[in-house]
């Protein structure tokens, strides 16, 4: 049982130490520590199991869902829009196309949507699938089911204009 305990923490510093790693590119939070004397990855744990939490139990969980869903991909747009990069620039703009179709068709079935449980909670998890470079969710969204419905769209209009027109005008 002590050799389990031990692997487990031996897993858990790894972890933790992983997540160290990745949190020293990020300048603010390697002056937080300095100044504070928490360590960044217990910083980021610590706020991510409030938030967790608090959008798992319904409090501020719209607020927060929309925030997580906006704050931290403003950021990484606008550092996309300053790097030379192309790459980044249509992550982040297949991010905003999509979450703006999100939240517009979320917008009428919203009042129905909220009394399901876990609502937030979900919304979070697909929202976080959407934003993260790792999953590429904007991209699997939009071409999966934004571009095939916004093709049929604009071949339907075209369709329509380009077709010829009779009657009052001759």
């Not at 979450?99 to 979070?124: C, D, H, M, Q, R």
């Not at 916004?150 to 027109?165: I, K, V, Y």
């Amino acid at each position: 049982m002590a050799a389990q305990a031990q692997q487990a923490q031996q897993k858990a510093e790894y972890f933790v130490a992983q997540i160290d790693k990745e949190l020293e590119k990020y300048p603010h939070l390697v002056n937080f520590e300095r100044s504070t004397g928490v360590p960044k990855a217990y910083a980021a744990i610590g706020t991510l199991s409030i938030l967790t939490i608090l959008i798992f139990f319904n409090i501020f969980a719209g607020f927060l869902t929309q925030l997580i869903g906006f704050a931290a991909p403003a950021y990484f747009s606008m550092k996309a829009l300053e790097s030379p990069q192309p790459q980044d620039d249509v992550q982040w703009l297949t991010y905003w196309v999509v979450f703006g179709a999100f939240t517009f068709a979320e917008s009428f079935v919203n009042v129905i949507l909220y009394w399901f449980p876990f609502y937030y909670t979900i919304k979070t998890l697909v929202v976080l699938y959407l934003m993260l470079p790792q999953t590429q969710g904007a991209k699997v969204v939009y071409a999966r089911v934004l571009r095939p419905a916004f093709a049929q769209t604009r071949s339907a209009a075209h369709s329509t204009s380009a077709a010829p027109t009779t009657g009052a005008t001759q």
